[in-house]
């Protein structure tokens, strides 16, 4: 079992930042990936960033691509996701979580990787403003 905690939302202007952070208590956090989701209000919820827990291969949504990182500690149990250059349309509510990544692929070639939480936090309002 996995609990997960975030905090560090919050209100900020357009172009400037923020940094998540992710506590999780429970042994096997770090047999999981972790990554971060967000729900824009009156839309689904949506995959944002991941990293592996073996070799920290990091994974990101095209639309933050360049924008956030997305880190981890295994010996703390944390993780955090820096988010700078804010932009409007990333108002939401942020989940962190632990699972399993997964990869679609186009024959031999992975074109994408996201995530499939079997773990959840209860979520951190960050609005960004014009």
């Known amino acids: 079992q996995v609990q997960l905690v975030e905090s560090g939302g919050g209100l900020v202007q357009a172009g400037g930042s923020l940094r998540l952070s992710c506590a999780a208590s429970?042994?096997?956090?770090?047999?999981?990936?972790m990554g971060w989701f967000r729900q824009p209000p009156g839309k689904e919820r949506e995959f944002v960033a991941a990293i592996s827990w073996s070799d920290g291969s990091t994974y990101y949504a095209d639309s933050v691509k360049g924008r956030f990182t997305i880190s981890r500690d295994n010996a703390k149990n944390t993780g955090d996701l820096q988010m700078n250059g804010l932009k409007p349309e990333d108002t939401a509510v942020y989940y962190c979580?632990?699972?399993?990544?997964?990869?679609?692929?186009?024959?031999?070639?992975?074109?994408?990787?996201?995530?499939?939480?079997?773990?959840w936090g209860q979520g951190t309002q960050v609005t960004v403003t014009s």
């Open positions: 429970g042994r096997t956090f770090r047999s999981y990936a």
């Open positions: 979580a632990a699972g399993a990544l997964s990869s679609d692929y186009v024959g031999s070639e992975r074109t994408s990787v996201t995530m499939l939480p079997d773990y």
